[in-house]
Structure formats: C-alpha cells, structure tokens
T-cell receptor, first 114, second 111 residues
C-alpha cells in the first residue's frame, strides 16, 4: 500500500524566506512525527501530533518553526525566515493507534538554504 | 527512554550472517527494543521490534537476553543492499513516544 509521502522532495530557498514542507501520512495513522536530520548527523525529534493536536512540541528548535495538522491527515511544517543552519533533511513518520505499532517514515524533504 | 550503545561500524561478507549487537542496560519494564535501518538518502526503515521474547520476520531475527540488558539483530544472509546504518532504539510502546535515534552502527556488506 501507499507509504508516507513528503513533498517537495527537494527545496532550495534563499536565506530569510519562508518554506512549507508537506507530509501525507499513511491512511488510518493517527500519530504523526516530524524529525530533522542534518548532513552526517542523527535524527532530531521536532514535534508529535495525535490527531490534529500536538501534545509534544519539545523538539522545535525556535519560534521560527511551527507545524499544523488537518484532522488525521496531512501535516505542514513551516519554517519562517530560514537560516543556513536550517539546511537539513526533514523527515515525517506516522503510526497507527494500536499499542506498540512501529513508526513508518517517508523519504524526507531535503532543504537547502542559500 | 533508556540509552543504547552500539558499535560504530561493522563489516560482513555477502551471504554470511550479520550479527549487530546493542546494549541497553537501563531498559525499563515497559520499553520495547526497536531496530531501524537507514540506507543512504532514504528515510529510516522499520525492521523488527520485541519486548522480551525472540522475534523473527522476513527481514531479520531479534535475540533479546533474558535480563533484557542487550540484544542482537541478525540478518541471516546479508546482501550488498543491506549496507546501511542500523539503529537500536528502546521506546515505551505507546503512541506519543517518539523514537530517539542515536548514532547507530554503520554496516558495510562486502562482495
């Protein structure tokens, strides 16, 4: 079946511009997670959604970062006034509501801030 | 979440079994052991997870010691496509608990 879909796959933007990254989770998956992975580094947790509420935003690095989710569907991660240190791959994952279900990841959006 | 310790890198000959160890000595009773891998330029791929019993699926086997302080992921017949970074993660098995990825083990499968 269809996996987690992220768009765009690549985004190049100028420093100071705003960007929006989109994640379409697997149908029926109530939980949705955003991660960031800088070049050569591990994954950093950003935010978690259960349905359209975000009980854990602890990983968002600054107030330039925000995310929203429509129901149990698409999520958008927005980065305002982008900086060069925002360059990274942004990964989205979703999981069903069942106990101990694993997370399923998309292939990410590679963001380059010039 | 409990911290895990994995070797930085390992090599394995194609066709042989790859045994990837993981230490998680501070694991709690309600934490599962999950394994993921990440092939270059792709998102992490789920492999297997378990609580205390050994588990097997079409990709791999997971052997967890009786005291649950360590585990081993076994790829029974490694292929070149198994070259990837392998992450061992312990996590409370409930929605809302994010996976905390460490540095993982970089596995190189050689011809």
């Amino acid at each position: 079946g269809a996996g987690v879909s992220q768009s765009p796959s690549n985004k190049v933007t100028e420093k100071g511009k705003d960007v929006e990254l989109r994640c379409d989770p697997i149908s029926g998956h109530t939980a949705l997670y955003w991660y960031r992975q800088r070049l050569g580094q591990g994954l950093e947790f950003l935010i978690y959604f259960q349905g359209n509420s975000a009980p854990d935003k602890s990983g968002l690095p600054s107030d330039r970062f925000s995310a929203e989710r429509t129901g149990e569907s698409v999520s958008t991660l927005t980065i305002q006034r982008t900086q060069q240190e925002d360059s990274a791959v942004y990964l989205c994952a979703s999981s069903p509501p069942q106990h101990n279900s694993p997370l399923h990841f998309g292939n990410g959006t590679r963001l380059t801030v010039t | 979440d409990a911290k895990t310790t994995q070797p930085t890198s390992m090599d394995c000959a194609e066709g042989r079994a790859a045994n990837l160890p993981c230490n998680h000595s501070t694991i709690s009773g309600n934490e599962y052991v999950y394994w993921y891998r990440q092939i270059h330029s792709q998102g992490p791929q789920y492999i297997i997870h378990g609580l205390k019993n050994n588990e097997t699926n079409e990709m791999a086997s997971l052997i967890i010691t009786e005291d649950r302080k360590s585990s081993t992921l076994i790829l029974p017949h490694a292929t070149l496509r198994d070259t990837a970074v392998y992450y061992c993660i312990v996590r409370v098995a409930a929605s809302g608990y994010a996976l905390n990825f460490g540095k993982g083990t970089s596995l190189l499968v050689t011809p």
